[in-house]
């Protein structure tokens, strides 16, 4: 399948080769006239840690400009890259997280709960990554990631508990594996972020759940990311952030039904949707002004990001000759760093095996694991990974300096 719901147009610049976006990515409506959010700097590719401090500081950096879909109000990049780009080197692991591993563990005995332990449950997760939602659920049901990354078939070889099928989910991957109304279950967990054509998945997963199944979504939440202007959560690999208003939109057109949602902490605020396949199409009126004024908010953050007290405490630090620090090579600190050119952080730790020994890009930030923390003890130190803070701090109780946080973590 092309990309029908999301007609591009390509565009070439000094900064790097990118599309722009001239149709909403949920609901596949005209986006001539969006409504604009917020242009930040231009930024390398969040995802993209480097080899080498030459390549992190010679990566290529792109446009980064959010927009609101004027029809269902789903906040996006207007910036489209390709996603071999994006994901054919992906450094992230989902089981190297030990709170997202809990996460999981019960977001599977959720599941569990809710749907039985029948041998007859066939259940398939959009964008397993390393199976770790997978590898909890019952062993007696069917299962079945879809995920095209290099993670996810690396985990999946010798896994005795599900299969995976290595490659984008569309509705043509539907069809040709025969999977129409063959799935109980439909499962997709922060992967709406990083797709394009985010209309094409949802109509796929029409076709392949069977009548009245389900289709259960984790997304980041947009109301959460507006409390805490959270400006470093979006990057070209998070392409949108939804609330329920532009999520119900986008399916309850489709003849899905929402029969559970919770609000949850995870990732700094984590909406978890069960959308049940009725067949009866409803159409959700359009409310993209709520949101608003704190937009606006946001918007401001961003602008005023080198004068919050987190940045004067770094940049005061800094200029007294002391060293910096920053925590968890996250997209968000990508972000961060290269928004905030002004801080120059000798190092940033990271857990994550798959991190290590590579550099921030666009800055040249060494990553490096936890033993370096206190073989060169920095007398500052930017929780850059900010939804873990907590877990962070509890596993470095013996780090004597001060930690600091950039946005809210309540």
């Known amino acids: 399948m092309t990309d029908d719901s999301v007609h591009e147009q390509s565009m070439v ?6 599309q722009l976006i001239d149709r909403c990515r949920g609901c596949g409506d005209d986006m001539a006239n969006p409504i604009p959010v917020l242009a930040m700097d231009p930024m390398p590719l969040a995802g993209n840690f480097c080899v080498s401090e030459k390549a992190a500081r010679n990566a290529p950096r792109y446009p980064l400009t959010w927009l609101q879909c004027p029809h269902c109000g789903l906040l996006q990049v207007a910036e ?11 450094h992230y692991a989902s089981s190297s997280v030990p709170p997202l591993v809990q996460h999981f563990r019960d977001y599977a005995a959720k599941l569990t709960n809710r749907h039985g332990a029948s041998s007859t449950i066939r259940l398939l997760e959009i964008g397993c990554n390393d199976g770790v939602l997978l590898n909890q659920l019952p062993k007696s049901w069917t299962l079945m990631g879809v995920d095209p990354c290099d993670v996810a078939s690396r985990h999946s070889v010798n896994s005795t508990t599900y299969q995976l099928t290595p490659a984008p989910f569309t509705p043509e991957l539907v069809e040709s594996l025969n999977w129409t109304e063959s799935w109980d279950i439909i499962t997709g967990s922060n992967c709406l972020a ?31 990311l507006l409390r805490g202007s959270q400006w470093d959560t979006i990057y070209h690999e998070h392409k949108v952030e939804w609330n329920i208003d532009s999520l119900t939109h986008c ?22 949707c069960g959308f049940r396949k009725s067949g009866n199409k409803r159409y959700i009126p359009e409310t993209p002004s709520r949101n608003r004024r704190a937009l606006n908010t946001l918007r401001q953050a961003y602008i005023n990001r080198n004068r919050s007290a987190t940045a004067v405490e770094l940049k005061q630090a800094q200029s007294e000759g002391l060293r910096i620090a920053a925590y968890g090579a996250s997209g968000r600190a990508v972000v961060y760093l290269n928004q905030l050119l002004d ?43 900010w939804n873990y803070r907590e877990h962070i701090i509890n596993r470095n109780r013996k780090f004597p300096g001060n930690w600091l946080t950039a946005f809210p973590t309540a």
């Not at 489209?80 to 992906?90: G, M, N, P, V």
Request: net charge negative; hydrophobic share 45%.
């Open 194 to 224: 990083h797709i394009s054509d985010l209309k094409a998945v949802f109509f796929g997963v029409t076709m392949a759940l069977k009548p009245d199944g389900w289709f259960w979504v984790e997304v980041h939440d947009l109301n959460a």
């Open 251 to 272: 399916l309850h057109k489709l003849g899905f039904e929402l029969r559970e949602q919770q609000h949850l902490p995870l990732h700094g605020g984590l909406l978890r």
């Open 13 to 18: 610049s000094p900064l790097g080769d990118y």
């Open 80 to 90: 489209d890259i390709a996603q071999r780009s994006l994901f054919e080197r992906y």
């Open 343 to 385: 801080l120059s952080f000798s190092f940033i730790v990271d857990e994550s095996p798959l991190r290590k020994d590579h550099f921030i890009p666009g800055v040249g930030t060494p990553i490096v694991d936890r033993d370096e923390l206190f073989a060169n003890l920095p007398a500052k130190i930017l929780i850059t990974a």
